[in-house]
């Protein structure tokens, strides 16, 4: 599902769920989207977060590195 699309959907489910209620497979499907865009945040920022090179006062750069 295109991220955009992904967006509409669920605040379509959040509306429905303030006013008439979700059904559990509308509970199902709600708690599955929110799953797939954490995904797609924490993917977009850790591409990012690759990218970024830090300088150090001696000059020398290097690379955001992931914490083991």
């Given at each position: 599902m295109e991220?955009?699309?992904l967006?509409?959907?669920i605040?379509?489910?959040s509306r429905k769920s303030k006013t008439e209620?979700?059904?559990p497979a509308e509970k199902a499907e709600q708690?599955?989207?929110r799953n797939q865009y954490r995904?797609?945040?924490?993917?977009n920022l850790s591409s990012q977060?690759?990218?970024?090179?830090i300088k150090h006062?001696?000059?020398t750069i290097t690379d955001v590195k992931k914490k083991q």
């Open positions: 991220f955009d699309q967006i509409k959907r605040n379509e489910l209620g979700l059904t708690t599955e989207l995904a797609l945040v924490v993917g977060l690759e990218g970024i090179k006062p001696d000059g």
